[in-house]
């Protein structure tokens, strides 16, 4: 794909994640509003897509649905890349045993589907919207740490690094000079594929009612509703199942296109 | 040979050993008392809690209860479950067979549906039949089972009524679940196939093969398919543990029984014992697929094991 193909993807992402942001302006009644008249309705009138099974505004609810699983998923992907960048920056730049004993730790917890190791921490942390979102983001941590310790360790192998620590520079002026500044757009395309993941990962959490409340709208809750009412009501699937497959596709191929662009990609 | 065989079957178990060690640190950090959690619902005295916490041995010191837990390990004993108080084994055993039927028939809709899409995208490249499939693949990876699975349910066994969208025990409840699991590895598959199959058809002696006048088809089949195998076999192993990931999700959404239900229930319950067992289960099934699969590699090409152990 062309750069450009990247381009527009990046623009379809943006225009999902400013649509569901805006949801307080462009959908300003509560996501929570019942109307029992209006159960099961389907699309059109004044429920453009349909109602749920309490008669709640399906457009409305997959607004502030996606709101709340992009915000989630921000969270996990933060802790993915921090604990990635702790981990990883910690054994590339001190080497010997602390690595050794790092990536052991990593292997560790890869040596489970991730999917699998998301929903085990759920079982320790406690059922809800944060704690899912760490639970996600802790088992998206050890696939960046290993990115980013490779990444450090090409970058201490450059000649000018090698000639910087000779001069004496710390090793923590090496890394925040050096290291950092070069790994940063491989660790920000990382992120956005990260972040894909995260907003599947999540979503599969809420469909199996292992995160917060039923009734707080996320758009993994509303295809677990969807699927019971698949019969009556195919439309409470449609909109969340649209809208996030419109995402993480966008958001996989604008990924794709940045790793592409970066030398050696 | 033999010593990378040994020093991959060391790394092995000493990854399994920290996994167990790492859920036995993990299960015992959580705070307040999980048994009475786990009984919350049933309105258990306090007297017939602090019973069952002696009797699953928690109140015996840590380092106690850790040998006893490694020693119970190795007789494949892996403790009961704190909310009905059975051999966690037991449940799992009972459990397995279903998931094993849905991943295996799933791993062979992935495996003919990847080869497909992968083989023909390799074979009409820049064509019309080789973009489409390619595209399809694409979807395919990016189309999770909670988003493709409602839809299969709503085409084929709602407007359709082809098949069943739930219930167990019959063949015909089997093919919609295998289909909705098998579709989400089958793109991972496409890709490796429609890659190993490009690398290897631009190597000299596919190019031998065609002066030779052998037509496209019997160049693809019989010289390019058996070099671009091998990463294909990793893949094919690494989507099995993926498989058994995406059951938890499949088994919820065609309401079937199986490790994925006992699972995410176990979760919801806070059995701790329960989870651990399946935790550790899914990470033997798992590093052991990878441990064969770096066996094949190593007895396919010799390469592969010296540079492992230099490694």
Known sequence: MKAGGGLAWLGVALAVVAATLAAPWLVPGSPLAVNA?????????????????????????????????????????????????????????????????????????????????AVA??????????????????????????????????????????AARALGASRWRVFSRHVLRNIGSQVVAFAVVNFGWALL??????FLGLSGSPSDPTWGRMLAEGRRYLRRAPWIALAPGLLLTTLVVAITLTGDAWRRRLPGG | MAGFVIRRFVGLVLTLWAAATLTFVAVRLVPGDPVAAALSDTNAAPDVIARRRAALGLDQPPPVQYARFLGGLLRG??????????????????????????????????????????????????????????????????????????????????????????????LDNLILPALVLGISAAGGIARVVDAGLQEALAQPFATTARAKGLTPRKVLNRHALPVALMPVL???????????????????????????????????????PLVQG??????????????????????????VGAELVEA
């Open chain 2, 77 to 170: 004993d892996l403790g009961v479950t704190w909310y009905g108080g059975e051999p966690v084994t037991l449940a799992i055993r009972q459990q397995l067979p279903a998931t094993l039927a849905l991943a295996t028939s799933a791993m062979g809709v992935a495996v003919i549906l990847g080869f497909g899409m992968g083989g023909l995208s390799a074979a009409f490249r820049g064509r019309l039949p080789g973009t489409v499939t390619s595209a399809l693949a694409g979807v395919s990876l990016a189309t999770p089972v909670i988003i493709s699975g409602p839809l299969l349910i709503y085409l084929f066994a709602i407007r359709l009524d082809w098949l069943p969208a739930t219930g167990q025990g019959r």
């Open chain 2, 234 to 272: 990793t893949v094919i192993a690494l989507q099995f543990g993926f498989l058994l990931g995406g059951a938890v999700v499949t088994e919820s959404l065609f309401a079937r029984q199986g490790i994925g239900r006992l699972l995410v229930d176990a979760v919801l319950r806070k059995d701790l």
């Open chain 1, 121 to 162: 921490l759920v079982a320790l942390l406690e059922v809800g919207d944060v704690q899912a979102a760490l639970a996600v983001g802790i088992s998206l941590a050890p696939g960046f740490a290993r990115i980013v310790r490779v990444a450090v360790i090409g970058v201490l192998q450059q000649e000018y690094v090698q």
């Open chain 2, 278 to 303: 399946v935790v550790l289960l899914s990470a033997f099934v798992y590093s052991g697929l990878n441990f064969l699969t770096d066996l094949a590699h190593a007895w396919l090409d010799p390469r």
């Open chain 1, 201 to 206: 990962n999540l979503a599969t959490l809420d």
């Open chain 1, 37 to 117: 008249e209006a159960q099961f309705g389907p699309p059109g009138g004044a429920y453009p897509l349909g109602a749920d099974s309490f008669g709640r505004d399906v457009l409305n609810r997959a607004l502030w649905g996606g709101r709340a699983s992009i915000l989630n998923a921000a969270l996990a992907t933060g802790v993915a890349v921090g604990g990635g960048l702790l981990v990883g920056g910690l054994a590339g730049m001190l080497g010997s045993w602390v690595d050794w004993g790092l990536m052991r730790a990593v292997d560790v917890m890869l040596s489970m589907p991730g999917l699998l190791l």
